[in-house]
């Protein structure tokens, strides 16, 4: 079955600093991927999303992640931390088949963390 | 145009009664998912209905969860009894997928807080 793995449950960076959030996946199947962000009492708001063709995928507020098959990874990163950023990202991999298709597996997420 | 909507933001009860949980999805979306999230297990999908048929309910804990979906613009999940581990952010998020083959992307609502004491 499909898995995700998001290295780092908490990261602390300073403001202006590389923001980089570690996500592995597992899937059998060519894989949807996809990072969520969660601000404090809030729903889950999509940043970006891979389906098929361009390995770096730019979403909003000025986060990147890449698809590395190879490395079965799907890193965040942004260039310059906001103190805005801070909030619990997620990463998730789609189902591999039949009725699990359209489902989602999320990794535990990583509190990011902003320091001025 | 108005996101998924969920009621009621929050919800405490006592040990074994009835909760009942509301969603509506975003108008034209064709399915519908309900989550759990909790410190201990993170997100968790419980099940999810394409075309307002449940597709999957293989994350629903138990006989004491059921959820409905009467129509393309209502869902209900209840738990009757409730229990307090039960305790959790319960999420109701939808995407435009028309079939259960579709992988689109999902918009979840802002989720309720349910506390059972």
């Known amino acids: 079955a499909q898995s995700v793995t998001q290295l780092g449950s908490h990261v602390s960076v300073s403001e202006g600093a590389l923001v980089l959030l570690r996500c592995n996946y597992s899937?059998?199947?060519?894989?949807?991927l996809f990072w969520y962000v969660q601000y404090p009492n809030q729903g889950l708001q999509l940043l970006l999303k891979y389906t098929t063709g361009a390995t770096l995928v730019k979403g909003i507020n000025g986060f990147e992640a890449e698809f590395k098959k190879s490395e079965t990874s799907f890193h965040l990163t942004k260039p310059s931390a906001h103190m805005s950023d801070a909030a619990e990202y997620f990463c998730?991999?789609?189902?591999?088949?039949?009725?699990?298709?359209?489902?989602?597996?999320f990794g535990q997420g990583t509190i990011l963390t902003v320091h001025p | 145009d108005a996101g998924v909507i969920q009621s009621p933001r929050h919800e405490v009860t006592e040990m074994g009664q009835e909760v009942t949980l509301r969603c509506k999805p975003i108008s034209g979306h064709n399915s519908l998912f309900w989550y759990r999230q909790t410190m201990m297990r993170g997100l968790e999908l419980l099940i999810y209905f394409n075309n307002n048929v449940p597709i999957d309910d293989s994350g629903m804990p138990e006989d004491r969860f059921s959820a409905k979906m009467p129509n393309a613009s209502f869902s209900t999940l209840k738990i009757q009894p409730s229990e307090p581990r039960d305790s959790a952010v319960y999420f109701c998020?939808?995407?435009?997928?028309?079939?259960?083959?579709?992988?689109?992307?999902?918009?979840f609502g802002p989720g309720t807080r349910l506390t059972v004491l």
């Open positions: 998730a991999v789609s189902g591999e088949g039949g009725t699990s298709y359209g489902k989602l597996t």
């Open positions: 899937s059998s199947v060519p894989p949807y």
């Open positions: 998020a939808s995407s435009l997928s028309r079939s259960w083959l579709s992988r689109d992307t999902q918009y």
